[in-house]
């Protein structure tokens, strides 16, 4: 028989999570450690995700040509080889994408990077949040989809969630649910 799970906080917490990408054209992760299992002892928490902001930096970095890609987002695990939607692991991806464009003053054909305003905002709130589990959440960071890329760029989420208590059928539920189990 399943239990209710439980709300452990009242108000949201916040969690920070950055890369910096090292390899050029790569897919990268960086994970989010805010909970051990000294902490945790035979509980096992959820996190109920309520909003992510990123943050882009270091874009002056990236030579796109047309249809280039670079993705980041939040997934449950590093143990993907790409980055494409039909994953379940994916839980949310942002792309920015090269066009050709002549600028102004500029030859045609230059490629060019729009501004953008920050922080780039997913509300997941609208729905009654995104629920993972509180050991496998991870930031990555995508260039291999840009064939030109000078430097790696820097992407900074900052994470609204509140914690849940799950019981231990619950957690695995969770954790088929997103297919992480050979992780």
């Known amino acids: 028989m399943a239990t209710k799970s439980k709300v452990s906080d009242q108000f949201a917490n916040i969690a920070y999570l950055k890369h910096v990408q090292i390899g050029v054209g790569t897919l990268e992760f960086a994970r989010l450690d805010i909970v051990s299992g000294a902490l945790l002892g035979d509980k096992k928490f959820g996190l109920l995700l309520q909003r992510a902001e990123f943050y882009l930096s270091d874009r002056q970095g990236i030579s796109f040509v047309e249809d280039d890609h670079w993705k980041f987002g939040l997934c449950v695990t590093d143990a993907i080889a790409d980055t494409g939607l039909h994953h379940p692991e994916i839980l949310c991806q942002l792309d920015q994408t090269g066009m050709l464009l002549q ?3 500029g030859a045609v054909n230059d490629i060019v990077l729009f501004p953008i305003l920050q922080p780039l905002v997913l509300d997941f ?7 993972v589990p509180a050991d496998r959440l991870y930031l990555y960071n995508d260039t291999s989809g840009a064939a030109l890329l000078v430097a790696g760029p820097t992407v900074e989420c900052r994470l609204f969630y509140t914690t849940m208590e799950l019981s231990t059928e619950q957690y695995w539920e969770l954790i088929e649910a997103r297919r992480i189990i050979s992780t």
């Open 125 to 131: 709130s609208a729905f009654g949040g995104i629920l």
């Open 103 to 105: 600028a102004p003053g």
